[in-house]
T-cell receptor, first 111, second 118 residues
Framework: KQEVTQIPAALSVPEGENLVLNCSFT??????LQWFRQDPGKGLTSLLL?????REQTSGRLNASLDKSSGRSTLYIAASQPGDSATYLC??????????FGKGTKLSVKP | GAVVSQHPSRVICKSGTSVKIECRSL??????MFWYRQFPKQSLMLMAT?????????EQGVEKDKFLINHASLTLSTLTVTSAHPEDSSFYIC??????????????FGPGTRLTVL
């Protein structure tokens, strides 16, 4: 059974810092991996999607990497801003279109 | 584009009553919709997969007679929590897969519905 773990559970940083969020999964037979952002009481916004054959994806200040063999992914946020404060969720995708989520990392960026 | 709405956004009900939550894809057709539940500080957990015109597929441990899912059109799926109890209080989120999308995992998420059962 696939399990997704995110570390740390919470993170507080001053504005401007670069930071890394970690995600690990137990079964390397994944279709893809996605990073989402969830604001309090809101739905999810997809940030980056990495196909199983890819090593990384970039969008603006965000960079996500995938090491399928070791079951790890990282989300790198450069020059963090208060507007980045949210919960970041990692989800692995199966071949049937299903998504399995981690519990998330709650990020707080202080001005 | 690719907007999914949910209604209501928040509902409070008495124990024993039934609550219906709607999930709509506003600008695309969704042959498949997914229903998730999220308890405080927990992961989103998939409850069921809803395919238009057929019966929903429920995940292990989810009671299909308690959580009734109807996906009668390509833009609407409903989740009815029957005889709700306080332990059903949770954040329910739906997602929809664009029928025209070539990617199996491209799901668009609704804003969620906060259910509180007194």
């Amino acid at each position: 059974k696939q399990e997704v773990t995110q570390i740390p559970a919470a993170l507080s940083v001053p504005e401007g810092e670069n930071l890394v969020l970690n995600c690990s999964f137990t079964d390397s037979a994944i279709y893809n991996l996605q990073w989402f952002r969830q604001d309090p009481g809101k739905g999810l916004t997809s940030l980056l999607l990495i196909q199983s054959s890819q090593r990384e994806q970039t969008s603006g200040r965000l960079n996500a990497s995938l090491d399928k063999s070791s079951g790890r992914s990282t989300l790198y946020i450069a020059a963090s801003q208060p507007g980045d404060s949210a919960t970041y969720l990692c989800a692995v995708g199966g071949s049937q279109g299903n998504l399995i989520f981690g519990k998330g990392t709650k990020l707080s960026v202080k001005p | 584009g690719a907007v999914v709405s949910q209604h209501p956004s928040r509902v409070i009900c008495k124990s024993g009553t039934s609550v219906k939550i709607e999930c709509r894809s506003l600008d695309f057709q969704a042959t498949t919709m997914f229903w998730y539940r999220q308890f405080p500080k927990q992961s989103l957990m998939l409850m069921a997969t809803s395919n238009e015109g057929s019966k929903a597929t429920y995940e292990q441990g989810v009671e299909k007679d308690k959580f009734l899912i109807n996906h009668a059109s390509l833009t609407l799926s409903t989740l009815t929590v029957t005889s709700a109890h306080p332990e059903d209080s949770s954040f329910y989120i739906c997602s929809a897969r664009d029928a025209a999308s070539g990617s199996l995992n491209t799901q668009y998420f609704g804003p969620g519905t906060r259910l509180t059962v007194l």
